[in-house]
């Protein structure tokens, strides 16, 4: 029996391990910014175009997007809403929004921008919750739709990013060839 695994063993070492060596450096990396282009770039780029339709940025629209309490205090008038802290916050967020995630499927800055978008997403998932009145549901519950588990698997995506960086397919590493 003890040879039985020891051969497995020694089969998976060979199999698995030599495709983990053939793909360090680039798989990780490159695949996890290439789910996050297919999921999450559609899904922020269409959020942040929100907060800056209309005639004035950050528009109405953000506010009730970011911070609703205050955007309904002062009537979704945003020239009545103080700069500081509400529009800085507002401004920051849309910012973000659209910065981020271009910089981690360029794979530039890739580490800092996982983890500004693992921080963005924390922020927002407590805005939805406590803001907008989202359920957020449950770990362990066989309910993959719900809102924690969703946001679990975005921010899964961005540690390995955050772990492993953007691989030798991105900026980050033309720019490291380069400095050496």
């Known amino acids: 029996m003890q040879t039985a695994i020891k051969r ?10 030599g495709l983990e060596a053939r793909t360090d450096g680039w798989f990780i990396g490159l695949s996890a910014r290439l789910w996050f ?3 999450l770039l559609p899904y922020y780029f ?3 175009m929100t907060k800056v339709a209309g005639d004035s940025f950050p528009s109405a629209g953000a506010f009730a997007q970011i911070v609703p309490s205050i955007a309904d205090q002062y009537l979704y008038d945003t020239a009545a809403i103080p700069f500081f802290p509400w529009h800085i916050i507002v401004i920051a967020g ?4 659209f ?3 271009v910089l ?5 800055f890739t580490r800092l921008g996982a983890l500004g978008m693992i921080g963005f997403i924390a922020v927002q998932t407590v805005v939805d919750i406590t803001a907008h009145g989202a359920a957020a549901g ?7 739709d719900q809102l924690i588990n969703q946001r679990m698997l975005w921010i899964f995506v961005l540690l390995m990013l955050v772990i492993k ?4 397919f991105s900026l980050d590493h033309v720019l490291a060839r380069r400095a050496r």
Request: aromatic fraction near 6%.
């Open 46 to 48: 269409n959020s942040a």
């Open 138 to 144: 449950a770990l362990f519950d066989g309910l993959p």
């Open 99 to 101: 910065v981020l995630p």
């Open 104 to 108: 981690i499927v360029l794979g530039l």
């Open 37 to 39: 282009a297919a999921i």
């Open 8 to 17: 497995m063993s020694s089969l998976h070492a060979s199999l698995f391990g």
């Open 94 to 97: 849309t910012l973000a929004e």
């Open 165 to 168: 960086g953007a691989g030798k």
